[in-house]
């Protein structure tokens, strides 16, 4: 085998040990050392760094057969599968309450234009199927979590995330309720002035900053799973059947996206009579967050559900 | 044919080439590639090479030497490499035969 080469020493190789941190955790564990070495014998400069930060990017992608950690896989699709699903059933929760909850102005607005109508048939089909597939494919997962937690002694730090959004319904619960009581003005916020978007009389600022904490409620509570998910490093049968029923339901979610981005459009097209939906803004939001949060739905969950398969024998 | 102007200098060849004398780390791949095939690998391109190889059971790992890891050409590395450096022997000699017929070239 070769000669010792001299050292060399420099920033560069501050960055091209930085570079490594960008390699898949399995990756690391098994060529951190050695490139380290070769890093610290070769004198890493500038191009090494590039280098490295260039080929983490397959790594990812494509990770080698013999590193690739198949429950892993599946516990890091279905963390990233429950934060966009989530975001998803936000946004979901959103349009329901813009457009379908929005019945007595429908009636005097085109929203029963052919389009609409089968867009909101479709949304409420792959919302149902969507979440029908969470809850047959989350709860023996869930349950298998917390047994596994309560043999750790961890149940409380696996059920602390659910605090937030208890708190937060609470606090949603108690404002609507507020806002309904009969007389007026009821609560200081609830200006006379303000559009009814929220179909519950909130203004347009209260229903903005429900909206904004609803999506932040949301995905503390799809981040808490997701982490516990990955500390408790659980692998099993119940791990499968999640990754699949994940897919069932980000598909599903995304279709349901796509459904109400197409009868939001329409509203926007064919309903005359209301100016709400004729501000271009809220479409201009709306639109890339549910192509977003879909898009990452389905590609985590597509690689949830190949990590689920056994391998073929070669 | 899946094969580019480069494959000459395709890297996992190169690795594999190096790897053909003795087994040896990264460094040592790098430096013997450098100094008898005039290629200089970047340590991203060898140990995504590594990587690979090593996947499709090419090379294969020995004991660690001081955070240094040397690998070595398996069976089926050897074979590999021996169909690959046939199929280029082949091309370098139809080209340099008809080079020298057509353009007169009398070889480096």
């Known amino acids: ?10 920033g560069a190789q501050v960055l091209a040990r930085a570079a490594l941190a960008l390699y898949p955790p399995t990756w690391r564990a098994r060529y951190g050392d050695e490139v380290r070495a070769l890093l610290q014998d070769s004198g890493a400069g500038a191009r090494a760094a590039a280098s490295l930060a260039w080929h983490a990017v397959p790594a990812w992608a494509c990770p080698p057969r013999h590193l690739y950690d198949r429950p892993g ?5 279905l963390a990233a599968v429950g934060m966009a699903w989530a975001l998803l059933a936000g946004l979901a929760a959103v349009f329901v309450q813009l457009a379908q909850a929005q019945g007595q102005v429908q009636d005097l607005t085109l929203a029963q234009h052919r389009v609409i109508q089968w867009s909101y048939w479709a949304f409420d089909s792959c919302l149902i199927v969507s979440v029908l597939a969470v809850a047959v494919g989350g ?35 108690a404002v609507v309720a507020l806002v309904r009581r009969p007389g007026h003005p009821v609560v200081p916020w609830q200006a006379s002035s303000v559009v009814d978007l929220a179909n519950g009389g909130v203004g347009p600022r209260w229903f903005l900053t429900l909206v904004v904490l609803g999506f932040a409620a949301a995905l503390v509570s799809a981040a808490g799973p997701g982490l ?17 029923a994940a897919f069932l339901a980000a598909v599903t979610m995304g279709l349901a996206g796509v459904t109400s981005m197409v009868a939001a459009v329409g509203l926007y097209l064919w309903a005359p009579a209301y100016a709400g939906y004729h501000v271009a803004w809220p479409l201009a939001v709306y639109l890339p967050a549910v192509l977003l949060a879909s898009a990452v739905a389905v590609v985590s969950a597509a690689r949830g559900i190949r990590a689920s398969s056994p391998p073929a024998v070669a | 044919m899946k094969d580019g102007l480069n494959r000459w200098a395709d890297p996992p060849l190169l690795v594999l080439a190096s790897l053909a004398e003795e087994p040896k780390h990264g460094y040592a791949i790098t430096q013997d590639v450098a100094d008898t095939m005039g290629v200089r690998l970047s340590a991203g391109t060898l140990y995504a090479v590594i990587s690979r ?31 690959q450096s046939e199929r280029m ?6 080209a340099q035969q008809r080079l020298r017929v057509n353009y007169g070239w009398a070889g480096a």
């Not at chain 1, 000669?3 to 020493?9: H, L, N, S, V, Y």
């Not at chain 1, 896989?73 to 699709?77: G, L, V």
């Open chain 1, 139 to 173: 709860l023996p997962l869930w349950l298998t979590m917390l047994r596994r937690a309560r043999r750790r002694g961890e149940v409380a730090s696996l059920l602390a995330p659910a605090v937030v959004p208890v708190a937060y319904l609470m606090v949603t619960a």
């Open chain 2, 53 to 83: 190889l090593e996947s499709r059971g090419l090379i294969e790992p020995l004991e660690l030497d001081d955070r240094r890891r040397p690998y070595r050409l398996t069976a089926a590395g050897a074979r590999e490499l021996a169909e």
């Open chain 1, 73 to 77: 896989r599946m516990r890091a699709s």
């Open chain 2, 89 to 94: 022997r082949q091309v370098a000699s139809v």
């Open chain 1, 228 to 244: 516990a998910l990955r500390g408790l490093r659980l692998h099993g049968p119940a791990v499968v059947r999640a990754a699949r």
């Open chain 1, 1 to 10: 085998m070769s000669a010792q080469p001299p050292r060399q020493a420099g």
